[in-house]
């Protein structure tokens, strides 16, 4: 008769402590409290608010402009994009805050970054009057323009987008016969995103533009992050069931590098965010899942 083997697996909670583990390395404080959903939530919302540390491309709006004597910090982050450095010192020090909102962020898509060139004792890039706003792909870095800082409501870091770029944004552009039946000012931008109020924006007559960095709830947080987040964790779930049907295989698996497995495995879910593992306890065999 086939042997019958007792499975013990938690995925789930394996996925939490390796999102717990990740927001601790980034130097966040671990509260063994916070419920998984609240965790994965957190790692999501700083996950998405730095700046994925590979080589872009960097290109410039025909708008853009710098003040001269930021023009050596302009350069060094620019050196640090293109060749894929980190850029967290020059984020905003609101980056120390995981549960932080970037309304900016979360409704355009859009970063500001500081330009000074001197690194305090925190690690933050001295901070500057005017920032540069800039939008990240995977490949590219679109320089926007170099503002003031608080010009987080400007219309315009959109409106350039559009004109410079329309590609790259083409997915959030809404039917060419939709308009706003009332315009918006950069003011009342403002106050509806201090209410949590999404709107979208109209760049010329009948352009209009979806929120381009997903938008957010009325709480505040990203819709990206809560989708990320329900999305990793249907994931986690669904290989820990592929994982129990094809205990035969694993089984097989061992016994082609001569190991006989117990009957009682114990499994721990393992992932580099690419590639999904799963590590048996006792016998020390990794078992390829696919990709997470």
């Not at 491309?57 to 293109?82: H, W, Y």
């Not at 403002?190 to 352009?207: D, I, M």
Request: glycine content about 6%; hydrophobic content about 40%; charged content about 20%.
């Amino acid at each position: 008769m086939p042997t019958a083997y007792n499975v013990q697996a938690d995925f789930q909670s394996d996925w939490i402590a390796i999102l717990r583990r990740h927001l601790t390395s980034w130097g966040y404080t671990d509260e063994p409290s916070l419920s998984q959903e609240t965790v994965s939530f957190r790692f999501f919302n700083v996950w998405r608010r730095l700046v994925l540390p590979i080589p872009r491309t960097v290109v410039f709006s025909r708008e853009f402009t710098c003040p001269p004597e930021l023009q050596n910090g302009l350069d060094a982050v620019i050196q640090k994009i293109e060749q894929g450095i980190d850029i967290k010192p020059h984020l905003s020090t609101n980056i120390l805050k995981p549960d932080y909102n970037d309304a900016l962020l979360n409704d355009w898509g859009i970063h500001h970054l500081h330009l000074g060139t001197e690194i305090d004792a925190a690690g933050f890039a001295k901070r500057t009057g005017p920032v540069l706003f800039v939008r990240f792909d995977t490949t590219h870095a679109y320089l926007i323009d170099v503002m003031g800082h608080g010009s987080w409501a400007r219309q315009d870091l959109v409106r350039i987008l559009h004109r410079n770029w329309p590609e790259s944004i083409s997915r959030y552009r809404m039917a060419s016969t939709l308009a706003l039946a009332q315009p918006l000012s950069d003011d009342d931008f403002r106050r509806l995103r201090h209410g949590n109020v999404q709107s979208f924006v109209e760049v010329e007559p009948g352009v209009v533009y979806a929120p381009i960095g997903g938008g957010y709830s009325t709480s505040g947080m990203s819709f990206e992050v809560v989708s990320m987040s329900d999305r990793y964790f249907m994931r986690v779930r669904q290989l820990e069931a592929q994982l129990r049907q094809n205990i035969p295989s694993f089984v097989s698996a061992c016994r082609q590098v001569g190991i006989e497995p117990s009957q009682n495995l114990s499994f721990r879910f393992v992932t580099d965010f690419t590639t999904a593992r799963a590590v048996e306890a006792n016998s020390g065999v990794i078992f390829t899942l696919g990709t997470l």
